[in-house]
């Protein structure tokens, strides 16, 4: 490689990047600027070029000086921009009223015990509550299930056992000496890997972490045991949450192990702002929103009522209600329907989308065709997430570190955090200002609706509820032709997951789509 092209290669990242895989060149020149234009998709003339030179030199001086400082940013500081979901003029109710979660008394240890292992949050509450079975049996249980299993799911990354056991036995003290939480208490749990839990690995899912312990809890953790929770597993998302590889291996399906579990998580989708993100993982920080995973939509509304609420540590979280009913008429609510996306389904889940619907009709739903915003750059948003991403994961590509992810195609979060250094700042803004034109035009929609239908991977509503923090949830409705799980998705208005969470339990309980499981696990 001659002089002047080595002086290309190394300029262009360090204009770009402000490091190498190099040495840096000491001094900048015009033509460095050719291959960063044709990225960037920008022309300037060769006058402009020469003008901007003492400028680009100072910028990289002022990476070099900011970098020498990283050791300071610790995984809690964010950057001070905070994203609003709320429209102009949006407002919501701040009256909390209490509810009523109508709980079985009537629950019985079955005669099979497998079958115990589905049992809801719900049910498994009333039986610890009315001492049918201890809180220490219950964990021991589930412990000896992951033992059994694990080996084929993939799915724990650290089994926290003797934290478990340590929680249940202090849970059934408390609960025999009259001091009950509440319907959460003495309950198992696990909780992804992205999330802080003392004394235990927070590895990420990536190898560059697997050694990584983060000596505080995580604002849910820290929520699920003032409920009284038992934390027992550790569990899997994707290397940086993305996909189902991590460094163990890939995380399978249960309803057919030759198939891997999809994304990092798939039904989890509270509005944003409404449960703090301390303690978990930066990827997006305009984006990040944890919520539930549970078996029936009643475990979904307890556990969310418990996390749910305003933390200093995390400043984009708000004190809204959650005024859940879990009666409720179709007929009295406006609800939407994405009427392109249903009539335009081939996929495997048409059949069941539109049972869905019909089952809606014959509850009393009166279905108003709607269709998501158009004539927005949809194609850019990626790069928000992706500049984020980039931003917390800097010190990881930086070190090279990036190189010991396990998937490091195309698709992969290490080549993900890599491009993320070439997209440039002006760019990442003015994506943002059209998010906020999307923020409204959802507004628009979601305004004359209090739920919105969609298929599950439906055009963009996933996209779209990602950018614009409205909530979702998605509910078990068939299986395909193959035997895989399919699901429908409804939608909220911002901060009203109790309404959601409300249609979906009326629809669970119409329907016996959340009572089927996978054969090799019964």
């Not at 009950?180 to 190898?207: C, N, Q, S």
């Amino acid at each position: 490689m001659n002089s002047t092209i080595k002086v290309i290669v190394f300029s262009l990242f360090a204009l770009i990047t402000g490091f190498s895989l190099g040495v840096r060149e000491s001094q900048l020149l015009p033509i460095d600027m050719n291959g960063a234009q044709k990225l960037i998709g920008i022309e300037f003339s060769g006058t402009q070029k020469d003008t901007m030179l003492t400028y680009l030199e100072q910028n990289l001086e002022g990476y070099d000086s900011m970098r020498a400082h990283s050791s300071n940013l610790q995984n809690d500081i964010v950057p001070p921009l905070y994203f609003d979901p709320l429209p102009n003029g949006f407002t919501y109710n701040e009256g909390q009223r209490a509810i009523d979660w109508q709980l079985s008394e009537n629950v019985l240890l079955p005669a099979n015990p497998n079958n115990l292992a589905f049992f809801t949050v719900a049910q498994l509450s009333t039986l610890i509550r009315t001492r049918k079975i201890t809180s220490l049996a219950l964990t021991k249980y589930y412990i000896d299930r992951i033992k059994k299993y694990d080996s084929k799911l993939l799915s724990v990354v650290t089994l926290t056992e003797e934290l478990g056991l340590k929680q249940a036995k202090i849970a059934d003290k408390e609960i025999s000496n009259g001091d009950y939480r509440g319907p959460l208490h003495g309950i198992p749990y696990g909780i992804k890997d992205l999330f802080a839990v003392e004394g235990y690995k927070t590895t990420w899912g990536a190898m560059p972490f697997k050694d990584q312990v983060l000596d505080y809890n995580a604002a849910i953790v820290e929520k699920l045991e003032e409920a009284g929770a038992v934390l027992i597993a550790k569990l899997t998302s994707g290397a940086l949450a993305r996909g189902d590889v991590w460094f163990g291996g890939q995380t399978k399906n249960p309803w057919d192990l030759e198939q891997g579990a999809s994304g990092s998580s798939a039904g989890s989708g509270p509005t944003y702002g409404t449960v703090s993100r301390f303690g978990a993982m930066p990827l997006s920080w305009t984006m990040d929103k944890p919520g539930p995973i549970c078996r029936s939509v009643l475990d979904c509304a307890l556990v969310f009522d418990a996390i749910r609420g305003k933390d200093l540590r995390d400043r984009t979280t708000r004190d809204a209600p959650f005024n859940f009913q879990p009666e409720i008429e179709l007929a009295d609510l406006r609800i939407g329907y994405l009427i392109d996306q249903f009539e335009s389904d081939t996929s495997s889940n048409s059949v069941n989308n539109e049972k869905t619907l019909e089952i809606f009709r014959s509850m009393g739903a009166d279905f108003r065709p709607v269709t998501l915003p158009q004539k927005i750059p949809y194609n850019v948003f990626d790069i928000i997430l992706r500049s984020e991403a980039g931003a917390f994961f800097e010190e990881l590509v930086r070190s090279g570190r990036d190189s010991l992810m396990v998937q490091q195609d195309k698709q992969s979060r290490a080549n993900s955090l890599r491009q993320s250094r070439f997209i440039p700042a002006v760019e990442y803004l003015q994506a943002n200002r059209h998010r906020s034109v999307l923020i409204e035009r959802m507004h628009e929609i979601m305004k004359d609706l209090d739920v919105l239908i969609s298929p599950t991977f439906g055009g963009r509503q996933m996209l779209i509820t990602n950018l614009t923090g409205h909530p979702a949830v998605a509910i078990p409705n068939g299986l395909d032709e193959d035997g895989h799980p399919t699901s429908i998705t409804l939608v909220g208005n911002l901060f009203d997951e109790a309404t959601i969470l409300a249609v979906a339990g009326k629809f669970q309980k119409a329907t016996d789509f959340d009572e089927m499981h996978p054969s090799g696990f019964r």
